[in-house]
């Protein structure tokens, strides 16, 4: 986290809000495209109830590299319509860039499923910090060589370029191409099912690309990103949390009880792990970031409280969507992120328009309607989650991130929150918890 914020901070600065939204447009369409390419085949590799043998590992990577690859020249063909469309400076030199690296991270796909499969959390971690540090030093170069959004492109492809061999040694694998049809429609009936439902879900980030690049320009595209950049680094536990979701509670599936423990403490929990820092970066954000990203960024904090409640409400059914992934509602996810898209890009397409920068931010809250979906769907599973701790501390925190608009008062329910003795209880409870778990 500390590490995205510098880089944020040494790149944005330099390269400019119209510089950085170029990069996130095409970084947005690059991620599309990566999600498309996985085919769900890293779910089907880690939940898979039998090991995988190298040669299946192998077969996947080679059908993930022939859709990806096959995905990016498709893109590349098509940049001239690409650019007439978004009509952004520079955009024909950053795409091709994002084009390169997703052959590359691909290939890194299937080391990092057999990591997670053995719950090696640790190797994915360094690799992944490690990738993380190559970025953010030729990004920062880069920028600093006046390559603009260029900077920021070159240094996701130099990543990607070091992170593949440094997989491959992390989990011992070699790449070899192989093939099998039998296998291959094997891996793909039970990869898309998963992989359909998360394709409609990464439609989120095509909003900000798509909508308001074409109603505000590329400086409000990066206004708004370096907010969702913000909220993503904050909610770092959320993230951490669903990936380790998938295996974990695919070792519980015979018994609900557990699961719906598992998903009542997973919510409190999560609030407690992502709301102090969303609410604490939202009161201090205001003072500081013109000062260290330059006033032309300062918008980026009107729209953040929005998209900080949006993660914040997603937080408490974070484990709902892996809970029905584990017992293959697959169609049941798609129908939630469907009604959830539905809300958030329409609204944002009427919205964006009229209001501006903040429309976007309506958007996110009218799309937490959607949660109402996910969570009727979880109680058909496995009956109803206990949401008395996710609320205890949610909605003060909710409350407390738009302090900036409401003032000091919003601070008073969250004051209380934190001095009260069941504060105390609870946490002493499970700080208890974790140390007889851990030893």
Request: proline share 5%.
């Amino acid at each position: 986290m500390v590490l995205s914020l510098l880089s944020l901070l040494l790149v944005t600065r330099v390269i400019g809000p119209s510089n950085y939204g170029v990069y996130v447009v095409a970084a947005s369409l690059q991620s599309y495209l990566f999600s498309l390419s996985l085919l769900g085949l890293n779910v089907y590799l880690i939940r898979n109830e039998t090991v995988p043998s190298a040669y299946e590992y192998n077969v996947a990577a080679t059908l993930m590299f022939a859709v990806g690859t096959g995905l990016a020249l498709l893109t590349f063909f098509s940049l001239p319509l690409l650019e007439t469309t978004f009509k952004l400076p520079h955009f024909g030199a950053v795409l091709p860039l994002m084009l390169l690296a997703l052959p590359v991270q691909l290939l890194g796909i299937t080391a990092i499923a057999q990591l997670e499969r053995d719950l090696n959390y640790e190797r994915v971690a360094l690799a992944e910090l490690i990738i993380q540090v190559v970025n953010m030093l030729v990004a920062v170069a880069m920028a600093w060589q006046g390559f603009g959004a260029v900077a920021p492109a070159l240094g996701v492809l130099t990543s990607q370029l070091v992170g593949l061999p440094l997989l491959l040694w992390f989990s011992g694998r070699r790449l070899k191409p192989g093939w099998d049809s039998t296998l291959v429609r094997q891996m793909l009936s039970y990869g898309l099912a998963y992989a359909a439902a998360n394709w409609v879900w990464q439609l989120r980030q095509l909003v900000n690309p798509l909508i308001v690049a074409r109603f505000l320009g590329a400086e409000a595209v990066g206004i708004i990103a370096l907010a969702i950049r913000f909220v993503d680094l904050l909610s770092f536990a959320k993230s951490a949390t669903y990936r380790i979701a998938l295996s974990a509670l695919s070792k519980m599936q015979d018994d609900k009880q557990r699961i719906r423990k598992a998903v009542t403490e997973g919510a409190g929990l999560q609030v407690l792990a992502v709301g102090p820092f969303l609410v604490m970066f939202a009161l201090v954000a205001p003072l500081v970031l013109p000062k260290f990203f330059g006033a032309s960024w300062a918008a980026s904090m009107t729209i953040f409280p929005f998209i900080a409640l949006g993660v914040l409400v997603n937080a408490v059914f974070n484990l709902h969507s892996s809970v029905l992934y584990v017992f293959k509602r697959n169609l049941d996810v798609a129908l939630f992120h469907v009604v959830h898209i539905m809300l958030f890009a329409l609204s944002a397409y009427l919205l964006v328009p009229r209001y501006g920068v903040i429309g976007y931010g309506w958007a996110e809250v009218v799309g937490i309607l959607a949660y109402i979906v996910i969570h009727t769907l979880i109680v058909r599973q496995v009956g109803s989650p206990n949401y008395k701790l996710a609320a205890f501390w949610g909605l003060p925190c909710a409350l407390a991130l738009f302090t900036h608009f409401i003032g000091p008062l919003a601070l008073v329910p969250l004051t209380v929150v934190v001095i009260m003795p069941y504060t105390r209880r609870t946490l002493k409870k499970y700080a208890g918890q974790m140390r007889l778990r851990h030893g």
